[in-house]
């Protein structure tokens, strides 16, 4: 979380370039920061990597998390023994004493120190996968991001669904033809596909996002057709990496509110669809070219 509150729509409020770019990574720009932004990204070409890495950090982050950690039992036995020895019954009188307090400095200190190196060893130790993924499943640190782009994706489409002054903001693009060329100078590689209207939903915008993981990232977001309830957002990221995702399979997140996020890897790009309305999942992911096999995250 960064310091300042994402509510916040005040002109007044004011960020600095790391705070700002901390906040784009968290998703949490108000729309007169996302102003902010942008004219940012125009005069400094760096920012889109710093924005990059605070995406990454994230990941890791809800990787490490992820799983409960426990201290080491070495470590907790030298707590213990170190409180044993003070566990004698002291009265409010002495501690209010000075000499009360200096002499157990010492074994505070002793305490924190044992802490800090350990939790130093802990966090060095934190798996992190550079295998192939099994065929059967998931590794962990892609669970991870699953966690963090399935948030991260769920904020920035509420925000844009009402289709008022934050789609606005966020969303320049507004030509099926232009976003295509936006994506390919953006991320390197074309999207399989832009336009929806055979599943019955209406390309309406697309603009730069900050997906978390590594990699540039566009969000494109869909009216539907017949003025129902219910937008589309499909998110497209940069993913060189083989790794990270099994091309031959799509991962299914359930979502808070209903519907879910579907998740696939095509041709050097990540793809990243939400959409609430489950008859429409088959077809949207048909037209898209997702992988026909299905697994949970």
Known sequence: MTEHSANSESPHDPLSRSALIRAAADGELSAEQSRVLETLRSSDASVDSAIE??????????TAMHEPAAAPAALRANIESIFAQERDVVGPAATRSTSFWNRRAGWLAAAAAILVVASATMITQWPVNKQPLPVT??????????????????????????????????MKVRDSAEATDTVVKLLGAPPTRIELDDAGYQFAGMGPCAVPGPGASVHMIYRPVDASDGAVSLFVQQSDDSRLLDENVRYRVPMEGGGALLIWRNGGLTYYLFCQDETSQSHLMTLLGAPGRELPA
Do not use: T
């Open 137 to 170: 499943g998931v590794a962990p640190i892609d669970q991870g991001m699953f966690i963090a782009a399935s948030r991260f994706i769920a904020k920035e489409h509420n925000r844009c669904a009402p289709f008022e002054r934050y789609f606005d903001l966020k």
């Open 53 to 62: 890495f605070e995406s990454q950090l994230r990941r890791h982050v809800a």
